[in-house]
């Protein structure tokens, strides 16, 4: 019986020297990293005093061309992009140029061993109505991004609370985890973001995402970059929620609403692109729905003008039948029928909005 007790005693003790090797063999494990990552980091200063030191000794030294750190044009063809993808909205434009121009030039800085503008990542904040160009200017940073080497391939995925918070217990952090997957080494569009925290309930789903998504941002910022989107007053009171978002998001961006002038070059160009053509007395039709539309609830910018260019299309395509089927018609149909919309073709739009209370919720 003695022996037994001896022998679980001896097993126990086996057990702890066991353990306090392995302990000892992984705090000095522990040292080494410790020891070669100061060391490291002692020679990176050194490298960059040495450098620095050759570049102030001799402070009108070339450090590079613009054209060289734009990276063969890659940069301003993003930019000339934009120009065409996005009518009006030159606030927006001069912005994003701001922005393209102070990442050349933090290019050139870092190259020489200066600090760069901004060390804790480049996510940012795209505020606006709907409508207004915010996704499209994502993904032609995403292109500038990626032609600079911020981002390894400069993809966009868009996500919203849907996409990241779960229905039930245990389920929001895989969505969260695998959004962020899809999106690493390119940029995660969150849109209307202020949506992932609910103020009224404390056991909501999304404070979850939240965490996730600000470490990530903090430990991975190198390999993801975060554009979060929405109303610029909803975005505000998110971030005075989530101190902690706020401080990590550098770069803002407004995106303000278009001018009815734009709004109807959009229409031209939706348009266009689906091969129809405006009649002369369609165009002013186009002006006056924007502008009365615009005043009203829900206006969405480029949104609501495809809404009536899809209407009118739907009108044109009814007119025409109802034409060529009449009674006595001969039935032909021309290609001018088939491609040109007109004036009539907006009179129930207008209709519409002209009859219109301020508070109707309208297409």
């Given at each position: 019986m003695a022996g037994d007790i001896n022998s679980g005693n001896y097993r126990k003790l086996s057990d702890a020297m066991i353990r306090a090797e392995k302990e000892a063999k992984r705090n000095e494990e522990e040292k080494k990293q410790r020891e070669m990552a100061e060391e490291l980091a002692r020679q990176a200063r050194a490298k960059k005093v040495a450098k620095?030191?050759?570049?102030?000794?001799?402070?009108?030294?070339?450090?590079g061309s613009a054209d060289e750190f734009s990276w063969d044009g890659g940069v301003q063809g993003a930019l000339d992009k934009l120009e065409t993808e996005?009518?009006?909205?030159?606030?927006?434009?001069?912005?994003?140029?701001?922005?393209?121009?102070?990442?050349?030039?933090?290019?050139?800085?870092?190259?020489?061993?200066?600090?760069?503008?901004?060390?804790?990542?480049?996510?940012?904040?795209?505020?606006?109505?709907p409508g207004t160009g915010k996704t499209t200017v994502a993904f032609r940073m995403g292109d500038i991004f990626k032609a600079m080497g911020y981002c390894r391939s400069g993809h966009v995925v868009l996500a919203t609370r849907d996409t990241l918070v779960g229905q039930y217990v245990g389920h929001t952090g895989p969505k969260t985890k695998e959004v962020i997957k899809q999106a690493m080494g390119g940029i995660l569009f969150i849109d209307e973001a202020y949506y992932l925290y609910n103020a009224g309930n404390d056991r909501d789903y999304g404070v979850e995402s939240i965490e996730i998504l600000l470490k990530v941002m903090e430990q991975r910022s190198s390999d993801l970059i975060v554009i979060f989107a929405g109303y610029k007053d909803r975005m505000d009171q998110f971030f005075s929620y989530i101190p902690g978002m706020q401080s990590r998001v550098n770069?803002?961006?407004?995106?303000?609403?278009?001018?009815?002038?734009?709004?109807?070059?959009?229409?031209?160009?939706?348009?266009?692109?689906?091969?129809?053509?405006?009649s002369p007395d369609a165009e002013p039709?186009?002006?006056?729905?924007?502008?009365?539309?615009?005043?009203?609830?829900?206006?969405?910018?480029?949104?609501?003008?495809?809404?009536?260019?899809?209407?009118?299309?739907?009108?044109?395509?009814?007119?025409?039948?109802?034409i060529a089927t009449a009674p006595g018609a001969t039935g032909v149909i021309t290609l001018d029928d088939l491609t040109e919309i007109k004036k009539e073709d907006f009179d129930g739009l207008l209709d519409l909005v002209r009859n219109a209370s301020d508070d109707a919720i309208l297409a």
């Open positions: 620095l030191n050759s570049v102030m000794s001799t402070p009108k030294q070339t450090v996005l009518i009006g909205l030159k606030p927006v434009k001069s912005r994003v140029r701001e922005l393209a121009s102070m990442l050349v030039v933090d290019k050139m800085r870092q190259s020489i061993g200066l600090d760069p503008f901004i060390s804790d990542g480049l996510h940012m904040c795209f505020t606006g109505a770069l803002h961006i407004d995106f303000p609403d278009m001018e009815p002038d734009d709004l109807v070059e959009v229409g031209k160009l939706m348009f266009n692109n689906m091969e129809y053509k405006l039709a186009l002006r006056e729905y924007v502008t009365l539309r615009k005043d009203k609830l829900f206006f969405s910018n480029a949104r609501s003008v495809r809404n009536a260019v899809d209407l009118a299309r739907m009108s044109a395509a009814n007119r025409v039948y109802e």
